[in-house]
């Protein structure tokens, strides 16, 4: 059975027609997308009992497919996001018969312009913004939304069986997911909930389950003989925890992430009498649960509403950055050590929210394993970018499959701390209104329709009626927050008053505090550099020269910015002396000032926005972008090989919990300095310090002047 991650077209056909990623191969293999693909394996079937039922389960095809069995069609998948499950008992040959899988992967450039073909102009065309080969009609199909390529990444339309496809042996139902919600009354802490069950059964049915949390309970957590409904196979139940046997959760920099493991152990039967000895009853679920409490404050204020989120009561300065698939290739992207490296690194310079951006994945297991363990807070976007979806039939209930089966599977995560249903939709509706014309209204509609009508409601699969176990679910970044965006498309997504903001103004000198948003929250802000000279080394490939030409040529035909080289020749130009007319003799030299510019500019931003935190006018700031797909001139600080570029480095200083920031104000021709200090104690502390204040020039390594000293008090936000 295919049981491994790797079997998508791209990653098969390596040794043939080499690496997509190396060299120009993004384009010369372009072809594989416009083909059909053919998966065949063939297994042996275990006997079965008489009171044994069998799923064919696929847990991740990219994206069309027919699935057959023993010649037989099964069914078809069209989202890559979500789990299907066929019946197959009467279908198997018992052993030694051997039995036939054939998954045939349909060409998703195909597929997709058939879709918008049908739909005849109703939608507007979605093409990437790119000055690189880009293909249409993303949002006709649930995939991965930046494989159609985009203005930092390659288009590569991967194809395959992304995920594990197994035969499930079983009796009547099968724990699928647990939500485990974390309250707390005066007393005690109380796990809400939720084991979500698959089941075929047309009749209801009845199940033991046993929650073994040694560290918690002396005795495991019993419901015996309970009933579910076929209908609704869930269940639903509270455990109390006395307070004092508890240890927080808590975000990255604020105290430990510590992890609880619970072991819940399901046995399914169709009789009161209690499930037959030799029958295949049970499933279990091992998961690491973190007690905390989590709110987004959205409260009035004399600018507009707040924006930032508390922890155990604890208001949280945010300090992270955006992430993309670790890979191009969706396979690829869930390597345990790759993702382990990229978030350890991100809580090392001292991050703690990581945002999931909307043109990538839902992350594998292992991501959200990792953020609960290093303390990094989720802010996790569903699949759907800056486009205008259809809302026909069959990809409305692929959207709300999606939406359900994702929510359930991440709900228990202690990192989750935000699900947003779109990136940027809201914001292309509202600024290309006078563009749609008379379509507007509708699109606008049919917005509301897909996101607020029914992509929101699906997630209160993971709510709950007498608290929220976290906040949200927010409609589109940017926007007005969610108190703000109930009902209605906002005039104005990027109101600074309310809600987060998306900044990217590459035309003014962005060393220069004065071109930033005094936002309440900042969900992507960042400029571009070139990864090191090794890097691009590789990325040409073992059979080609090392030369500066084609090193040079390289680095041009992976410039997707549809502005090409020039914001960030323009950038380095602000403040740098690098000689822009010969980048490309210069290559080394190039690829310093880019990223010195970059660090120069991010430490800029990042450290405005901290000064801003005072009444909690700015509370929180996500870097674009932590990592990368490829090797390309990208707004990463770590490149595709993992290499730190000169940005992650200073980001340990200027995201550090304490810290000095001092700020020229232009317009009143003054320094403004700023103490921060975000940590947590129990207790309130303060803390003395003394503060010295030198001049330097960009010439000397010596101070030229002090200017003055500050001493006081600064206390724990």
Request: charged share 20%.
């Amino acid at each position: 059975m295919f049981t491994d991650y790797d079997f998508c077209v791209y990653t098969e056909l390596k040794g043939l027609y080499g690496d997509v990623l190396i060299g120009r191969n993004d384009v010369n293999l372009r072809w594989i997308a416009n083909e059909t693909w053919i998966y065949k394996t063939t297994f042996d079937s275990y006997e079965l009992g008489d009171d044994s039922l069998v799923n064919l389960t696929l847990h991740g095809i990219d994206t069309l497919s027919k699935v057959y069995l023993n010649d037989e069609l099964l069914g078809e998948t069209n989202n890559m996001f979500v789990r299907y499950s066929f019946a197959v008992g009467h279908l198997l040959r018992p052993s030694p018969g051997q039995n036939t899988l054939e998954i045939v992967i349909l060409s998703p450039l195909k597929e997709a312009k058939a879709r918008a073909e049908e739909l005849d102009g109703v939608l507007p065309i979605s093409c990437p913004r790119s000055r690189g080969d880009v293909e249409c009609h993303r949002n006709m199909l649930r995939k991965m939304q930046m494989s159609f390529g985009g203005e930092w990444n390659p288009t590569a339309l991967s194809s395959g069986i992304w995920k594990p496809v197994a035969i499930e042996y079983y009796t009547v139902a099968i724990l699928r997911d647990v939500d485990v919600a974390i309250n707390r009354n005066e007393t005690h802490w109380i796990m809400d909930c939720r084991a979500f069950l698959s089941t075929p059964s047309t009749e209801n049915f009845y199940v033991n389950l046993l929650v073994f949390v040694s560290e918690l309970l002396d005795e495991p957590f019993k419901l015996i003989q309970q009933k579910v409904h076929y209908a609704s196979p869930i269940i639903e139940f509270k455990i109390p925890i006395p307070q004092d046997r508890v240890t927080l959760w808590w975000p990255n920099g604020y105290g430990q992430q510590k992890l609880y493991p619970v072991l819940f152990r399901l046995n399914s039967f169709s009789s009161e009498d209690g499930p037959v000895l030799s029958s295949r009853t049970e499933s279990q679920k091992l998961l690491k649960i973190g007690f905390r409490t989590i709110e987004l404050v959205e409260d009035e204020d004399t600018i507009g509403r707040t924006f930032f989120f508390r922890v155990n009561d604890h208001p949280i300065f945010i300090k992270g950055a955006n992430y993309v698939p670790a890979n191009t290739l969706p396979e690829l992207s869930t390597t345990e050590d790759t993702v382990k490296h990229l978030l350890k690194s991100a809580r090392e310079v001292n991050m703690n929210m990581i945002r999931v951006w909307a043109g990538g994945l839902y992350e594998s297991d292992i991501f959200y394993n990792l953020a609960d363990e290093y303390g990094l807070l989720v802010w996790q976007d569903m699949a759907f970018n800056a486009a205008a979806y259809p809302v026909t039939d069959e990809f409305v209930a692929s959207a709300s499959m999606e939406a359900a089966q994702n929510a359930q599977r991440l709900a228990h995560h202690p990192s989750l701390s935000l699900i947003v249903l779109n990136n940027e939709i809201e914001l292309f509706l509202v600024k290309n209104r006078s563009e749609f014309g008379a379509n507007a209204t509708r699109l606008e509609n049919e917005y509301k329709i897909l996101f607020m009508g029914t992509l929101k409601h699906e997630l209160s699969i993971i709510s709950r009626n007498d608290f929220n176990p976290r906040p949200g679910p927010m409609i589109s970044t940017p926007s007005l927050g969610i108190t703000e965006s109930a009902k209605e498309l906002a005039k104005d997504p990027q109101s600074t008053n309310y809600g987060d903001v998306h900044f990217w103004d590459d035309e003014k000198d962005g060393y220069g505090a004065d071109i930033y948003p005094r936002a309440r929250f900042i969900s992507e802000v960042g400029y571009a550099s070139l990864p090191m000279l090794h890097t691009w080394q590789r990325a040409l490939g073992t059979n080609v020269s090392w030369s500066n030409e084609n090193i040079a040529s390289l680095i041009r035909s992976r410039q997707h910015d549809p502005k090409g080289f020039i914001p960030l020749l323009r950038l380095i130009a602000y403040q740098l002396p690098f000689y822009l007319q010969t980048w490309d003799e210069n290559i080394d030299e190039f690829i310093y000032f880019s990223q010195l510019a970059q660090a120069m500019t991010s430490k800029t931003a990042v450290e405005l926005f901290r000064s801003l935190r005072t009444g909690n006018q700015t509370m929180g700031a996500l870097i674009w972008q932590l990592n990368d797909v490829w090797v390309g001139p990208t707004w990463s600080c770590i490149d595709f090989y993992g290499n730190y570029k000169m940005v992650y480095y200073w980001a340990k200083d200027f995201l550090a919990p304490t810290s000095v920031i001092t700020l020229y104000d232009e317009a009143n021709d003054q320094l403004n300095v700023t103490l921060t200090r975000e940590d947590y104690a129990e207790h309130l502390d303060i803390q003395l310090f003394n503060v010295t204040f030198k001049t330097y020039t960009w010439t000397d390594i010596f101070f030229k002047k002090e200017i003055g000293r500050a001493s006081g008090l600064v206390r724990r936000y």
